[in-house]
Nanobody, 115 residues
């Protein structure tokens, strides 16, 4: 049974940091491109960052220099380190695993940036 379980979300003040984790099970994690997406109320879901099995990273322009994606294949976990958070980063953050043709999504974790 495939599972992606996100954790680490919460309420943080502007300028603060959070680290999201996504624990995977039920598939060969090391073969999959792992991504973080986010969706704010009234907006479409958007790509935040991705990391390939070989470690190639890609970021949305809005988070470059502030967010870092990483993966630990021994722990079947992908992380998103988020620094210098802004109110516009407020959203539900989702973890995605992709290896054609399979796509798996987590349930999401809420991140709220507010003073």
């Amino acid at each position: 049974q495939v599972q992606l379980v996100e954790s680490g979300g919460g309420l943080v003040q502007p300028g603060g940091s959070l680290r999201l984790s996504c624990a995977a099970s039920g598939f060969t994690f090391s073969s999959y491109t792992m991504s973080w997406y986010r969706q704010a109320p009234g907006n479409e879901r958007e790509l935040v960052a991705s990391i390939t099995p070989g470690g190639i990273r890609n970021y949305a322009d809005s988070v470059k220099g502030r967010f870092t994606i990483s993966r630990d294949n021994a722990k079947n976990t992908v992380y998103l380190q988020m620094n210098s958070l802004k109110p516009e980063d407020t959203a539900v953050y989702y973890c995605k695993a992709w290896w054609y043709p399979a796509t798996y999504w987590g349930q999401g974790t809420q991140v709220t940036v507010s003073s």
